[in-house]
């Protein structure tokens, strides 16, 4: 069948973009403002122990320590719902309006708990506030995933797609990478009594101040949408979805869901060293960095494999070896409680996962024709993130307190990841794929 003049149109438009100038650009203003919206979510994580005894007091350390993980899960709540409006805003008004979006909340969730006042201060007016920045976190994290990566795929070379959309998955390294480097730095000059009472809240500080320097950038950036698909209402957007993509959202976030598991358990590492393996808090740190650094070369290691060899493979065989290899990785660090088998642990499920993630990440994208390509991608992560990556660290927590077996994570990685491997293999290839087809 003869393809419409419409999707000539607008193929031989995108061709121009890919091939124009300032792809380099674009990437950096991507990768900055991506690192920044999961920094904060990280930094979070890493002082989630620290958080818990300011905001949220209880009797037992453990009860503390859910109560903080469990805030850090609510965060994830709004993530359908921004993957939902800010990815079907994408789709109406364009990828530049919706990232520059995303990153302002971000900047303004990290202003709120930089400056909350502590338990003892203002009672429980802080924990609800802290409940509030999280949910905003939640919303702008959810919405930024389909624009900035829809973008990157539709201003790469057609041979490089997957490459330029790895930069995606490496821009969260980049993230996990400075936030383990800043709460690395915090532990070494500060006394363990500044860290807990203001120290801890530098690193919210250093996110704000970035922001301005993303939004700047965003702003020079070009539009890819496609013009004649602007102005549609949010429910059309997700009409169209729904109606023709009811299974490629559904696989996507089947596998979408073994790497948030995998990711959030891996940052979760900060808090297993700290309370389950009574590692000192300077290892645990460099147990994100590790993360970080591994993830942000690995991912784009990932994409490149990918439009050498395809999709399908570099994604499906990584998650498979780390199907095999999480029970013994973990059975290894309780066995042995060092420092340095904590961080070769984490590295070698964090390449496993990053070389996947670098593909998948562009692979989801190149499944979905442009016109609901932000949103397909936004509601398929934002959901399959907020059911498992958003409750792993809650549930591992909880597991081990209540069975006292360290051994928890590792089953939880096994079976969502097991999952994940089906799904991917249910998946089409998009090597070849053209972007409006």
Same mark, same amino acid.
């Given at each position: ?10 193929? =031989? ?8 100038? *300032? ?45 903080? &993980?469990? &805030? ?10 921004? *993957? ?6 994408? #789709? ?20 709120? $708990? ?22 905003? @976190?939640? /919303? ?19 041979? @490089? ?12 390294? !980049? ?19 500044? !860290? =807990? %009472? ?10 704000? $101040? ?12 070009? =539009?890819? $949408?496609?013009? =004649? ?32 598991? +995998? ?11 700290? +309370? ?22 690995? %991912? ?5 494999? %990918? #439009?050498? /060899? ?10 498979? $070896? ?12 309780? @066995?042995?409680?060092?420092? +340095? ?16 993630? *670098? ?20 509601? %398929? ?15 591992? +927590? ?34 070849? &794929?053209?972007?409006?087809?």
């Amino acid at each position: 069948m003869e393809r419409s003049s419409a999707a000539v149109s607008a193929r =031989e438009q995108n061709e121009t973009q890919a091939n124009a100038p *300032g792809r380099t650009a674009s990437i950096g203003a991507i990768t900055l403002g991506n690192a920044l919206e999961f920094y904060d979510f990280t930094i979070y994580s890493i002082f989630a122990a620290v958080i818990a005894r300011q905001f949220f007091p209880a009797e037992t350390p453990l009860g503390s320590l859910l109560l903080s &993980v469990a &805030v850090f899960g609510v965060g994830f709540l709004t993530r359908p719902l921004g *993957g939902i409006l800010i990815g079907a805003y994408a #789709d109406r008004k364009g990828r530049k309006a919706a990232m520059t979006l995303t990153i302002s909340l971000m900047a303004l969730s990290s202003a709120m $708990l930089a400056v909350i006042p502590p338990y003892a201060a203002i009672g429980i007016a802080a924990p609800c506030l802290v409940v509030l920045a999280r949910l905003i @976190q939640g /919303f702008s994290a959810g919405g930024e995933m389909g624009p900035a990566t829809t973008y990157l795929l539709e201003r790469a070379p057609a041979n @490089q797609r997957g490459f330029y959309t790895s930069w995606q998955s490496a821009s969260q390294g !980049l993230a996990f990478l400075i936030a383990g480097l800043m709460g690395f730095i915090m532990t070494q000059i500060l006394p363990k009594e500044s !860290l =807990e %009472s203001w120290g801890w809240r530098l690193p919210f500080l250093l996110g704000v $101040l970035i922001a301005p320097v993303g939004i700047y950038i965003r702003n020079r950036l070009p =539009e890819t $949408l496609n013009r =004649e698909q602007a102005h549609r209402s949010t429910k059309a957007v997700l009409a169209d979805l729904f109606a023709g993509h009811g299974r490629t959202v559904t696989l996507a976030g089947l596998a979408i869901a073994g790497g948030a598991v +995998t990711m959030y358990i891996s940052s979760y590492m900060t808090t297993y060293a700290l +309370t389950t393996l009574k590692l000192p808090m300077g290892v645990s740190m460099l147990a994100t960095f590790v993360t970080g650094a591994t993830m942000a070369v690995m %991912s784009l290691v990932g994409g490149w494999l %990918s #439009d050498r /060899f395809g999709r399908k493979v570099v994604m499906i065989v990584p998650r498979m $070896l780390l199907v095999l290899a999480a029970y013994p990785a973990f059975l290894l660090i309780t @066995q042995h409680q060092t420092g +340095t088998m904590l961080l070769l642990m984490v590295a070698l499920l964090v390449t496993l996962h990053s070389i996947n993630a *670098g593909v998948m990440l562009g692979m989801i994208p190149e499944s979905f024709p442009s016109h609901v390509r932000s949103i397909g991608l936004s509601f %398929s992560y934002a959901v399959a993130v907020t059911l498992f990556g958003g409750t792993a660290q809650f549930v591992v +927590t909880w597991l081990i307190g209540v069975t006292g077996n360290p051994m928890t994570p590792a089953w939880y990685l096994v079976i969502a990841n097991a999952v994940a491997v089906v799904a991917m293999m249910m998946m089409r290839e998009t090597r070849h &794929v053209a972007l409006n087809d």
